[in-house]
């Protein structure tokens, strides 16, 4: 399913965090807000869809390679993003 919606655009405002964190927001019949870490040796992460491990953190990391492979970078945003609210 994650690869299914990056292919088909459902990630949106795919930003880094002050922290090197991903976040974004990811469309499957609403917006959910995503945020996925690297934390002491493990991928983790949370989605407003509560799910562990969810598609939509797995749509957020193949649109992040997606950017790397075409040397995008990603703009930072700060802590007051309404985001880090939802989540």
Same mark, same amino acid.
Request: aromatic share 8%; hydrophobic share 35%; proline share 2%.
């Given at each position: 399913?994650? $690869?299914?919606?990056? +292919?088909?655009?459902? #990630? $949106?405002?795919?930003?880094? @965090?002050? @922290?090197?964190?991903?976040?974004?927001? #990811?469309?499957? *019949? *609403? /917006?959910?807000? @995503?945020? #996925? *870490? %690297?934390y002491?040796?493990?991928?983790? &992460?949370?989605?407003?869809?509560?799910? /562990?491990g969810? *598609?939509?953190?797995?749509?957020v990391?193949?649109? %992040?390679?997606?950017?790397? +492979?075409?040397?995008?970078?990603?703009? #930072?945003? &700060?802590? +007051? /993003?309404? $985001?880090?609210?939802?989540?």
């Amino acid at each position: 399913q994650g $690869r299914l919606q990056q +292919k088909s655009g459902a #990630v $949106r405002q795919l930003n880094k @965090t002050e @922290t090197g964190a991903l976040i974004a927001w #990811v469309n499957d *019949e *609403e /917006d959910f807000a @995503t945020l #996925v *870490e %690297y934390y002491e040796g493990d991928l983790c &992460g949370q989605c407003t869809c509560q799910a /562990d491990g969810c *598609e939509h953190m797995v749509a957020v990391l193949l649109e %992040y390679i997606a950017n790397l +492979k075409c040397n995008i970078d990603l703009p #930072v945003t &700060g802590s +007051k /993003d309404p $985001r880090f609210f939802l989540l």
